[in-house]
């Protein structure tokens, strides 16, 4: 191993720096820092290979970036002269694609106010009041929506709804709602929203055990999936150690 370390010099402190830094923003398995450190450039490449290299795919994420930006800006000017409901409705989805959820809701409160009679608007603009903290906002629109599609989103709209609801103090119906929705998703997103509210009602078994159902998931999911997830896996297993105990 030594000699092949040797060979790959100064190539393996580069190795590792690669690794190391896609190690940070990526967030894996723990076990993988210890093999990028202990194993060196050997390690690093390993890791490179199992880890970084299935990622090469997320650049095309990145070019979608600079393309969405641009028709952004597009669409920012085509309003001056059109302020239509489809040219703010295709802005407010930009923006959700771009993370940038506060001039999402605005333009999806544009196209509505424009005289948009679908549902996807209202829907949009409650699942921006949802992700900004302000679920009183989202109530309207989450039941304007469920009450129309009760599938829609494939049963995202009536998880978000019962989180809304929790999140106001309606813990009668947001528990009526969280198990009709659960019943018909497999949603890791609405399992750890019930879950954060059985563990606030003080149900810790019961919470425990929706947490186990979103990482039990995990080893039987292909790699693309479990990079996808990740971000819930993480929020999962937090929200396993910050529950007691004992039940």
Known sequence: MGSFGHLLYPWGFLF????????????PDTFWIWVILFLGPIGAII??????????????????????RSRINALKIAIHDNPSV????ELGDLYMDDGKI???????????????????????????????????AA????????????NHDFYRAAGLLAQACAQTGQSARADA????????????????????????????????????????????????LRRRERPRFRRAKKLLKSLPTSA
Request: proline share 5%.
């Open 16 to 27: 590792q720096g690669l690794a190391i830094v896609h190690f940070i923003r990526r967030r």
């Open 47 to 68: 890791y490179l290979v199992a880890e970084a290299l299935p990622d090469i795919g997320l650049l095309g994420n990145t070019v979608k970036g600079f393309s969405r």
């Open 86 to 89: 489809g040219n703010y409705e």
């Open 102 to 136: 506060p001039q999402a809701r605005a333009s999806y409160q544009n196209a509505i106010q424009a005289g948009a009679t679908a549902i996807d608007p209202f829907y949009h603009r409650g699942v921006c009041s949802v992700l900004l903290g302000d679920a009183a």
């Open 139 to 150: 109530l309207p629109d989450l039941e304007l929506t469920v009450s129309k599609y009760p």
């Open 177 to 224: 709602l969280f198990r009709e929705a659960t019943d018909r998703s497999t949603s890791s997103e609405t399992y750890l929203n019930y879950a954060e509210f059985l563990a606030h009602q003080g149900r810790t078994a019961e919470a425990r055990a929706w947490i186990q159902r979103v990482l039990d998931k995990r080893p039987g999911m292909p790699g693309y």
